[in-house]
């Protein structure tokens, strides 16, 4: 278990609730990237795949913890993209 390991999925996972937030209130993905959310996302599966065959520690809650606020702002952003095209004809009239 590395201190510098814990360090940066706790300055990485500190950044979640903001983007949550904001896509929640905002009903808007403008800003976001799919691409982006589903690559860290892998990232966070991949680390916690290592931490379960090679490594397994405490670490692996953090790793857990963020894919988990990750999926749910994956979720919104596919909340936000229909009610986009929902609305869209609306919103343009």
């Known amino acids: 278990m590395s201190p ?3 360090l940066m999925l706790i300055c990485f996972g500190a950044a979640w609730p903001f983007s949550i937030c904001k896509s929640y209130r905002s009903r808007s993905n403008k800003g976001k990237s799919f691409f982006f959310l589903i690559v860290v996302f892998a ?4 680390g916690t795949i290592h931490k ?3 490594n397994c520690d ?3 809650y953090l790793y857990i913890f ?4 990750v999926f749910v702002d994956i979720v919104l952003y596919f909340r936000n993209e229909y009610n986009y095209r ?3 004809d ?3 009239s």
């Not at 990232?43 to 991949?46: A, D, E, H, I, S």
């Not at 963020?66 to 606020?69: K, P």
Request: net charge neutral; proline share 0%; aromatic share 30%.
């Open 58 to 60: 405490l670490v692996i």
């Open 52 to 54: 379960l065959f090679y």
């Open 86 to 88: 929902l609305y869209k």
């Open 66 to 69: 963020n894919a988990m606020m």
């Open 90 to 92: 609306i919103f343009t």
């Open 4 to 6: 510098f390991e814990i």
């Open 43 to 46: 990232g966070y599966l991949f």
